[in-house]
């Protein structure tokens, strides 16, 4: 239903468009929290729809609680095998890029988002996470110290998609958390390219000027035809926190948007094992220590939690040193047992290549040879060996 009017002020709620489609449950629970009464609209018709409460409502669950606890992680097992998958994954990355590069070289020329071209992109990748999460994953990772403008929005991308699977949502919803994934940050084109490569730290004044790239890609979005409410909102809150830090509305708790929320997890993530110009790359295992860390603070602790169990302790495509002293790199997850993935030994206990590269399962293989036990002691950063993971075949 569409809702026109409220019976308060618009800025006196956390609601940023006057008039918006609900398409949460936790929206709904909001309104009857915040409200006596809202206006909805019925085709050509409006009509006053009154709360059922008289006063607000006080919830000891929340909707996106009880959404994350329904689902379990036996349906998400992949369909198909890895090594079939990466193939097909590694084509699907290639062409997302290309069209990622098109769409912004046409915004930066002032031309307007056609959102049908971010759909193309979209549908082939979702498909290539839907049958195997691990094989899209593997092929963002290793591809990551590479240069690339358009690195992170694929990355975060593939992200939400994979942590969206992990919720049990169905293609629509997948394929609208890739659009968005996409979309974040499109606002940057609109800010001056040195204060983006910009070394040292931000004054106050760039700050702020940074901080409007949300405001600069709602523009974007408003100004294209056929885009989905929901995207403007990931675009409008993925920087707000769940205590309130964040930007542009100071948003707070579950009045950010369930999938503003996700955005945010999943950008910030991929944003800390990234290298920057100024700052050097976390480790996939020191990211997921931060964003724990956060929980109930930056991030809503139940969707931590999802996304942490959708992507691993250890994410594919990340090096790992085994206790034999071994360096190999996470290659699938075992969903019951996020510390025992499936991995790919590369350099033996002295760190020497190993002329074939042996797939050990670290939940029926946790020991040795020798019999002593098997276990991931550390993540590795990547560079840190001179391994040469794009060219790396099974």
Not at 14 to 28: H, K, M, R
Not at 209 to 237: C, F, I, P
Not at 269 to 297: G, I, N, P, W
Not at 365 to 377: A, M, R, S, W
Request: hydrophobic share 35%; net charge negative; aromatic share 8%.
């Amino acid at each position: 239903m569409y809702v026109s009017r409220l019976d308060r002020p618009w800025r006196e709620t956390p609601f940023l468009f006057q008039g918006f489609y609900i398409q949460e449950s936790d929206e709904i629970a909001k309104l009857e929290e915040l409200c006596r009464y809202v206006y909805i609209v019925v085709p050509d018709e409006e009509y006053t729809l009154e709360s059922a409460q008289k006063t607000p409502t006080v919830l000891t669950v929340s909707a996106i609680d009880e959404l994350v606890k329904r689902h379990h992680d036996e349906s998400t097992a992949p369909r198909v095998k890895f090594t079939e998958e990466l193939p097909k994954a590694r084509s699907v990355h290639e062409s997302i890029e290309n069209v990622t590069m098109e769409i912004w070289t046409d915004l930066k020329e002032g031309k307007t988002l056609d959102i049908h071209d971010i759909n193309a992109c979209v549908d082939v990748m979702v498909d290539s996470i839907k049958r195997n999460p691990d094989a899209f994953n593997w092929v963002c990772r290793v591809k990551e110290h590479h240069s690339s403008t358009y690195r992170h929005a694929i990355n975060v991308s593939a992200g939400l998609t994979t942590f969206g699977r992990a919720m049990g949502f169905h293609d629509e919803k997948l394929r609208l958390l890739a659009m968005g994934g996409l979309s974040l940050d499109i606002g940057n084109i609109k800010l001056p390219q040195d204060l983006l490569d910009k070394k040292e730290r931000l004054t106050d004044d760039e700050w702020e000027l940074v901080k409007k790239h949300v405001r600069y890609g709602m523009d974007l979005l408003e100004q294209a035809s056929n885009v989905d409410e929901r995207l403007l909102w990931m675009v409008a809150t993925h920087h707000e926190r769940y205590d309130g830090s964040g930007y542009l509305a100071g948003l707070a708790g579950d009045r950010i948007p369930i999938f503003g929320q996700m955005a945010g997890i999943v950008d910030s993530y991929v944003a800390s094992t990234e290298a920057k110009t100024y700052a050097s790359a976390m480790t996939c295992e020191e990211s997921v220590q931060t964003l724990f860390k956060q929980r109930d603070q930056h991030f809503k602790s139940s969707l931590v939690d999802k996304f942490i169990q959708a992507i691993g302790i250890y994410p594919t495509g990340s090096l790992v040193e085994l206790s034999s002293g071994e360096v190999a790199i996470i290659i699938g997850q075992n969903p019951r047992r996020r510390l025992r993935p499936r991995v790919v030994l590369l350099l033996d206990a002295d760190k020497n290549p190993y002329g074939s590269y042996p797939v050990v399962n670290l939940l029926k293989e946790p020991y040795t040879f020798d019999g002593k036990p098997l276990d991931i002691v550390k993540g590795v950063a990547h560079g840190d060996y001179p391994i040469n993971l794009e060219d790396f075949t099974f």
